[in-house]
């Protein structure tokens, strides 16, 4: 059965009690590389979301008519997996035609989203807690806008680190990962407050 | 069902209509139609299929901007004037720009691709550039180092009325892949045939040690070779006055020099001007053409050759004048070239020596503006 | 180690055929990042500073330069030849477009050949170039060479 939980209540509770980033700690790699430009991270966080959001739904559609009726739950990785791939291929069709910019600015990280765990862990997670439909899209959307607002804190962050005298060997990925660690623990203290479940 | 049949068949079903669905958007997304491009404030439109780089959409309604690396962004040479608004500067182009360009938005025209209409802004002369098939007639080695070129353009190019050129200006030569080079590339080398020789293009090519194109010229390239030749570009040529032409040039920078001259000699222009020609190179086997050059001057009482060896060997017997060409010209200008009438100077090199040969220029009376020169650069 | 999408384009970039006829690399097998590691720590322990060797080798070539195209003594130790083609060649890096001189420089046994791109390769990558590449500032050598 789905949990109780309010759609509205989930949203709140994906972007800051349960940030997929710092409390589930997923979608890392390209949160460190992209968070050293700003407006990549953007860029990216966007991206993120509407993916987060297009392939939950779609995952739940699939999911529902086509997974549980027929029994095929030992599949269900490799086709959520196949759903990812094809709507971010849809969605850098479409950044390439509406901004070229955007496209370059994040080259090889668009098609990365396809293995950016965070998708993936956030459909497991739709799965296991077998959210209903508006769940499924505030969470969805949620995760996506949590991912993103993660993003941009660290960027701004790193900003201001940049000019800042870190010693050499914790420049870059060393201090960046501190820093990721104390966004954690700061987020720990919405802990409590909102329930995913 | 099976499941042993179910599973992959479910599976299958859906890659198949996510498959469908990609192919639908891609058709959509990347559909253009056609699209105009307006040369010139409307000199020249064209209409073109829309979704391809600007360079590649140009050539192959034979429009052709110089490019060496083949449009992949690595050479900066297709830089045009996009005046509609085509989206900021990619980071592709940025590194080839100064800030000047960026601000008249020059574009890099193999990044930038024609998604609707536009207009742009060409140099009248690139209308004239045109691809040519051709065979290769003859190979020489003039040096050890330096092959002549010799080639003959297709049957169709010649019915077309072959190439037209001012004596000066270069050709690019299109290198096909070979060795380890995977993708064509073009470089650039001045022709040092003669427009009366509507038939055929000579080049003058000098082997650079790890260099793409002489490696293949001087190692692989055999006569009866197909070879494309993309042409006429550049400014460099005799200006149309009355004033004494002083030529410096050093190894390969003999080719423009050699049409010039070849041209005066087939068509009597510029025979009543007063030429210097200085030719400077290192000893004996690094010169070339003395023959035809003295036969020159023999014919044309104005024209003076003068060689200059910097490092003569003794077996080389050299009689003629010994030292730095920029020294040799200095020393020519003081003694023998009459200062009453104006001079004009053309330089053929590499920027160092063209640099060089400024300086003395300009030391003996020919104003900068009237120093004209093919930069290898 | 795995290298980042920049530094692969750049070493697809160095491989021979691409750029140039020969290539960055020579035969040296060994990733991008490895190469630069290897020889900064042989730079460190040579006591030398890329900068310092850059703007010698700089140096060198603009004496070398006054030769026009010939070979000419510098400084009574030096053989310099320094030679020009048309056109430029650009990074591997994409930050920049360098003139295609080259310039060779002969002191005793030791010969190096370098161009400007070379010099910025040095001076900013730190890169010195492949084992086996024809173009390679080894910094054994250039310790002879220029100190």
Request: glycine letters at 8%; proline letters at 5%; one cysteine or more.
């Amino acid at each position: 059965m789905s949990p109780l939980v309010h759609p509205i209540t989930l949203l709140f509770a994906s972007i800051f009690t349960s940030n997929i980033l710092l409390a589930n700690f997923l979608g890392m790699c390209s949160f460190i590389s992209i968070s050293k430009d700003q407006k990549s991270s953007f860029g990216l966080g966007l991206a993120v979301t509407v993916v987060m959001t297009i392939t939950m739904v779609v995952s739940w559609a699939v999911l529902k008519l086509v997974i549980e009726p027929l029994g095929l739950d030992y599949l269900s990785f490799i086709i959520f997996i196949i759903v990812i791939a094809a709507i971010v291929q849809i969605l850098e069709m479409v950044i390439d035609r509406v901004s070229p910019a955007l496209y370059m600015a994040l080259g090889i990280f668009l098609p990365l989203i396809t293995v950016n765990c965070a998708i993936l862990g956030a459909i497991l997670f739709m799965q296991i807690r077998n959210y209903n439909f508006w769940q499924t899209l505030s969470f969805g959307f949620g995760s996506g806008a949590g991912w993103w607002l993660a993003i941009m804190l660290l960027s701004s962050i790193r900003k201001k680190i940049d000019a800042a005298p870190v010693p050499a060997g914790l420049k870059g990925p060393g201090i960046t990962i501190i820093t990721i660690g104390f966004m954690a623990m700061a987020f720990i203290g919405f802990s409590g407050m909102l329930s995913v479940q | 069902m099976n499941p042993l049949l179910l599973g992959p068949l479910v599976v299958a079903l859906i890659s198949s209509i996510l498959a469908l669905i990609i192919s639908i958007t891609d058709r959509i997304v990347n559909d253009y139609g056609e699209v105009t491009i307006d040369i010139n404030g409307g000199k020249k439109v064209l209409t073109v299929k829309g979704g391809s780089p600007l360079l590649g959409t140009l050539a192959f309604q034979n429009i052709f901007v110089p490019s060496a690396c083949g449009g992949r962004g690595s050479c900066g040479a297709c830089k045009v004037q996009v005046l509609s608004d085509v989206g900021p500067h990619l980071p592709t182009e940025l590194p080839y720009m100064n800030p000047e360009e960026v601000a008249r938005n020059v574009r890099l025209s193999c990044q930038v691709k024609v998604k609707q209409n536009i207009a742009i802004e060409l140099p009248e002369a690139l209308f004239n550039v045109r691809k040519f098939k051709t065979t290769v007639e003859r190979l020489r080695n003039v040096t050890y180092d330096i092959k002549e070129v010799y080639l003959r353009l297709s049957d169709e190019a010649i019915a077309a009325g072959g190439i037209s050129f001012t004596p000066g200006q270069y050709a690019q030569l299109v290198v096909p892949p070979y060795g380890d080079l995977k993708e064509s590339i073009q470089r650039a080398y001045s022709m040092s045939s003669t427009p009366q020789d509507k038939e055929h293009i000579e080049l003058l090519v000098r082997l650079v040690p790890g260099g793409i194109a002489t490696t293949w010229v001087h190692q692989y390239l055999k006569e009866g070779d197909t070879v494309e030749v993309v042409g006429p570009f550049g400014e460099f040529g005799v200006r149309d006055t009355d004033a004494v032409m002083v030529f410096v040039a050093g190894g390969s920078g003999m080719a423009p020099f050699k049409s010039m001259l070849n041209h005066m000699a087939q068509t009597g222009q510029w025979t009543n001007r007063e030429i210097w020609y200085f030719f400077g190179a290192r000893s004996k086997r690094d010169m070339f053409y003395l023959d035809e050059m003295a036969d020159l001057a023999t014919r044309f009482p104005n024209f003076h050759f003068v060689p200059a060896l910097s490092e003569p060997k003794p077996e080389d017997e050299w009689n003629g004048p010994v030292g730095l060409i920029t020294n040799v010209l200095d020393s020519y200008f003081k003694e023998k070239i009459s200062k009453d009438k104006p001079m004009e100077g053309y330089l053929c090199g590499s920027p160092g020596m063209i640099d060089a040969c400024v300086k003395v220029m300009t030391a003996n009376g020919i104003g900068q503006d009237k120093i004209y020169f093919d930069k290898f650069a | 180690m795995k290298m980042n999408f920049d530094e692969r384009s750049a070493y697809e970039k160095m491989k021979s055929g691409v750029l140039t006829s020969t290539g960055f690399l020579g035969h040296d097998t060994r990733p991008l990042t490895d190469i630069i590691e290897a020889d900064e720590e042989l730079f460190k322990a040579l006591g030398l500073d890329f900068d310092q060797v850059a703007d010698r080798l700089q140096e060198l070539a603009a004496r070398g330069a006054e030769g026009l195209g010939e070979p000419i003594t510098v400084d009574g130790l030096y053989l310099v030849k320094s030679d020009e083609a048309r056109g430029r060649l650009p990074c591997p890096y994409g930050d920049g477009l360098y003139h295609k001189n080259s310039v060779s420089v002969e002191r005793g046994d030791d010969r190096i050949i370098y161009s400007d791109l070379s010099l910025h390769l040095l001076r900013v990558h730190h890169f010195c170039q492949g084992q086996g590449s024809p173009f390679r500032l080894d910094p054994v050598v250039l310790k002879r060479i220029c100190f």
